[in-house]
């Protein structure tokens, strides 16, 4: 899959195809049905099939004091979308200037004259342009003057009756279900990051810690999580049980929040290594303890805890 960053001087070999428009945060269950929509599109036409996204996240121009807001940053977003099959991922850089653009204007610029598309597949609450002035039927309206087709995805329910939506999975993680978020996301829900050294506490009482800085991610519920962990093993990822704390660590008076890592069984050396977080099941809340003896015992019956959640999932 090619990854390309601006709809000007978009490549001829990848025009004329079908492209499902989105902001895709999170790459869904619901989003992964319009853009199987526009693959089945573009294999009926023979033509080229890409997602066309947009980095940052708007709302991190329109809100910058929204922080800690993304299921998935740029980089987990291109693995997710680059899994599917595709020909490509336009991440348009969306700034001022981009945002400027009238819904008459992103249809004209963007999508006639960049990328020269011949189907545009779209979710039914899709908005568009300045002031998100655009919704799809203008788009309908614009595509019949200007010779595309439009598809437009209905509403995709869960088990449950509830719509698929990165609001709601913000919700579950942010109340303590990755459970429920894994269940919208088709995954378990992942943080990825660079380990970095810590106060190394935990070498000291028998249980050593990766630890990984959120940064744009959204923030979980804080607290004991159930986790698997990847490994980069030279292009492939090894998969490993773990228990993690994500949160302030009030036992040491710590004010920023950190995702501590410990993998069972495991020895060797992941500083500077990127390691994949995924969120299986969540254990307890965050708490103090009043010494290192204490929280040992609490360690130690959250990885009995954890190795049975992991072990009911396995299990299904």
Not at 84 to 97: I, K, P, V, W
Not at 124 to 153: H, I, M, P, Q, W
Not at 264 to 287: A, C, I, K, S
Request: neutral net charge.
């Amino acid at each position: 899959m090619r990854i390309l960053r601006h709809y000007v001087e978009f490549p001829a070999e990848l025009r004329g195809g079908a492209v499902a428009l989105g902001n895709f945060d999170g790459v869904h269950l619901g989003h992964q049905t319009v853009i199987g929509a526009a693959q089945r599109l573009a294999n009926a036409h023979g033509g080229a099939c890409g997602v066309m996204s947009f980095e940052p996240h708007p709302r991190e121009l329109f809100s910058p004091s929204s922080v800690n807001y993304r299921l998935t940053p740029f980089r987990i977003k291109a693995r997710l979308i680059g899994s599917l099959g595709l020909d490509f991922l336009l991440m348009q850089r969306f700034d001022r200037e981009f945002a400027s653009h009238t819904a008459i204007e992103f249809v004209e610029k963007v999508l006639v004259a960049g990328l020269g598309v011949r189907h545009v597949v779209v979710g039914y609450d899709y908005v568009f342009g300045k002031g998100r002035g655009g919704n799809v039927e203008l788009l309908r309206d614009l595509a019949g003057k200007s010779g595309f087709d439009v598809t437009c995805v209905d509403p995709v329910e869960a088990d449950d009756g509830a719509l698929y939506s990165s609001t709601r999975i913000r919700e579950a993680l942010t109340a303590g279900r990755p459970r429920e978020a894994a269940r919208l996301l088709g995954r378990f829900w992942e943080i990825e990051g660079r380990v970095e050294h810590g106060d190394e506490r935990g070498r000291t009482i028998g249980f050593p810690t990766a630890n990984v800085e959120l940064a744009e991610y959204l923030h979980p519920a804080t607290g004991v999580y159930a986790v698997i962990a990847g490994i980069d093993r030279g292009g492939d990822t090894e998969w490993l049980p773990g228990v993690a704390n994500f949160g302030k660590r009030p036992t040491f008076d710590k004010q920023d929040v950190l995702l501590e890592v410990h993998l069972f069984d495991f020895t060797g050396d992941l500083y500077g290594r990127h390691l994949r977080v995924g969120l299986v099941d969540y254990l307890r809340p965050e708490r103090k303890f009043s010494g290192l003896d204490e929280l040992k015992t609490q360690i130690e019956e959250d990885c009995r805890a954890a190795r049975k959640a992991l072990a009911a999932v396995q299990a299904r």
